[in-house]
């Protein structure tokens, strides 16, 4: 408890800079691509020390509020893209909301035999055929998301007849009357592997975002196992906890 | 759609092999801490090449399944805590659930004048007072998350004549009857910056876990706002859509 005695010593003297900054940013005084002050008007406006303004700047920086152009300062980044995972929105459906332009390419498809994580996964037999199709995603043309998708055969029977670039979702519900209804998603930050990382033109070993979905339709039966492996910095994820 | 003429360009090989070994480990039929056969004799197990052996453990590495020692091998990792922010489970119940040991230590506390930034996700005036109090939380002795907790003074008096270190969710309950009955919860992976790298023990700019926390009580009124700044390897987080 020794640090209870003098708690100023911890309390970060930028924090009221970044809230301050940070607030501008959120309610939309600052737009986009918008570049800050220098950090010498900032300290000015804002009655602070030149040190404390450039602790708040790196953490608005880290926190992925702002970014740094060589010799040009301080921007406001684009805001991430908000995704629900509780809403039954596809894809494209909430990146053309926020104004974004949603574009999908399919990797490859093929049948192979279930593996043992496929079996348990999926709900099949071991050996059993699965679809295994791989899409990239981009935003604004810009490649965001490696995914794979594991899919029951038996109950999609022609599946790769149709457009596999648009909504998996709408296409099950479409053509197959099997309505996406409940969903396990799990997620955890994870460096990316070689070749999701050279989908998406970063360096292997980049952090990314993985997550994980199970898919149930109307019957509760698994349709599908989605694993997603993402940049790091495109999502925003928002949930409500009752 | 020339990717599709010669879908096995693109198909890694090693999947069925990590699709094996990830069985192994999540089915519990190899333990935390066991050490994997080497890649000669995986890839006489598994009837594949070194190079298809290697590939997957690399990839299981970076989904933070297996960890390497040098010139030791491969070895099974912990597993993650899984952290279900749907549930109302404290950290101490679903940390001491999964056989960890939890603790928590009080970084700071004060009453500050509230500004911008917490004026408008608290609900308050600007300028009157809110508790901040910073907490650094352990796992088996390891710190793992820094928190910034902001908390509305009216309804809270005398917050800091209770133990800080216990479950806030619980204080809130047994001392004031205000129950969590709702939350608003955001999250994304996010650099740590040089107060949470350093009560962590990681370098600044280390990927970390963002998540903040709006609570409400059984009123619909704000109680409090938490940010949490993880280490990104710590959690698994579990969720359920309908």
């Known amino acids: ?5 003098s708690p100023l010593q ?9 809230d301050a900054l940070a607030h501008q ?13 220098s950090e010498r008007v900032l300290s ?19 926190e992925g509020l702002i970014y740094r152009l060589d010799r040009r300062g301080w921007f406001v980044r684009s805001p991430r893209i908000i995704y629900s995972p509780q809403s039954t929105k596809s894809f494209n459906q909430y990146v053309t909301e926020q104004g974004a332009l949603p574009s999908t390419e399919v990797l490859s498809m093929q049948r192979l035999p279930a593996t043992e994580w496929d079996a348990q996964h ?7 055929d699965i679809y295994s199709i791989w899409r990239k995603r981009c935003i604004n043309g810009r490649p965001v ?7 029951k055969t038996q109950i999609f029977p022609d599946l790769f007849t149709h457009d596999l670039s648009q909504s998996m979702t709408e296409l099950m519900a479409k ?9 396990h998603i799990h997620l955890y930050p994870a460096a990316l592997a070689e070749q999701q990382a050279r989908a998406l033109h970063v360096n292997v070993g980049s952090m990314g975002l993985y997550i994980s979905r199970t898919n149930r339709d109307q ?3 698994i349709t599908d196992v989605n694993q997603e492996y993402w940049l790091h910095d495109i999502l925003d994820l928002h949930f409500e906890a009752q």
Chains 1, 2 share one sequence.
């Open 175 to 183: 053509n197959y009357q099997r309505y996406l209804t409940r969903a």
């Open 122 to 128: 999926l709900d099949v037999d071991l050996g059993q």
């Open 44 to 62: 000015e406006t804002l009655a602070t020390t030149r040190v404390a303004v450039r602790e708040a700047l790196l953490m608005l920086e880290m």
């Open 10 to 18: 911890r309390i970060p003297k930028y924090m009221p800079i970044r």
């Open 145 to 151: 998301v490696v995914e794979h998708l594991r899919i």
């Open 25 to 37: 940013i959120e309610s939309g005084q600052r737009q986009s691509n918008e570049k800050l002050p």
């Open 1 to 5: 408890m020794s640090d209870l005695t």
């Open 219 to 221: 019957f509760g039966v």
